[in-house]
């Protein structure tokens, strides 16, 4: 059974604080997501990885930053977190190309909340 | 305007109903379509995909209109168990590897 588990299903920051989210898929997959979800706002990609070592801003990244130095593994990084950064985050995985059709595979979520 | 677009609802219908969604895309570059289910406090999972002839699976019916720029779900004999966040999803090959979400249809099966 396919897998993408998240180090945290809670996790509770005060404001300024480093927070290191981590996402581990098990599937070999090329290409892997991070994701806020906000009410209203639906899913808004962060960055996205398409290999090790690589990595692609997405439409949000401000105040974040990735980590990919193994396939398996995609982290986040919130530098200073801020009270607007308090969200689910999810992480996906997928493999190929998008545009074609590869399904993405969800972790369970991180919800953050920052005080 | 929003690159993919769902009216939010909450679609509220009896079991056994039909009842459809439409999703609205703005670039016309768009690639690859897809519909996923979520549930509530759970992550997003594949419901279809849709392709240009359509698809069916079960109850469940998808469907691409290129020319208006939609994409549409048909789901016949509703179950309870369908009450769900219904998310449209995008792709493009514009040099990105980006899937764009709508922000989801929700519906609610009543008994």
């Known amino acids: 059974d396919v897998k993408v588990t998240q180090s945290s299903r809670y996790l509770v920051k005060r404001t300024g604080e480093k927070v290191f989210l981590e996402c581990v898929q098990d599937?070999?997959?090329?290409?892997m997501f991070w994701y806020r979800q906000d009410p209203g706002l639906g899913l808004r990609l962060i960055y996205f990885?398409?290999?090790?070592?690589?990595?692609e801003k997405g439409d949000i990244p401000e105040g974040y930053s990735v980590s990919r130095e193994k396939k398996e593994r995609f982290s986040l990084i919130l530098e200073s977190a801020s009270t607007n950064q308090t969200s689910m985050y999810l992480c996906?995985?997928?493999?190929?190309?998008?545009?074609?059709?590869?399904?993405?595979?969800f972790g369970p979520g991180t919800r953050l909340t920052v005080l | 305007r929003k690159e993919v677009e769902q009216d939010p609802g909450p679609f509220n219908v009896p079991e056994g109903a039909t009842v459809a969604f439409n999703c609205t895309y703005s670039n016309s570059a768009s690639q690859s379509f897809f519909w996923y289910r979520q549930d509530c406090r759970k992550e997003p999972k594949l419901l279809m995909s849709?392709?240009?002839s359509g698809n069916e699976d079960g109850r469940f019916t998808a469907q691409l209109n290129r020319a208006s720029q939609y994409i549409s779900l048909l789901i016949r004999d509703s179950k309870l168990s369908d009450s769900a966040t219904y998310l449209c999803?995008?792709?493009?090959?514009?040099?990105?590897?980006?899937?764009?979400f709508g922000t989801g249809t929700r519906l609610k099966v009543l008994a």
């Open positions: 849709v392709y240009s």
């Open positions: 599937m070999d997959h090329e290409n």
């Open positions: 990885s398409y290999d090790v070592k690589m990595k």
């Open positions: 999803v995008v792709s493009s090959t514009s040099g990105t590897y980006k899937y764009i």
């Open positions: 996906a995985s997928s493999d190929g190309l998008a545009g074609s059709y590869n399904e993405q595979f």
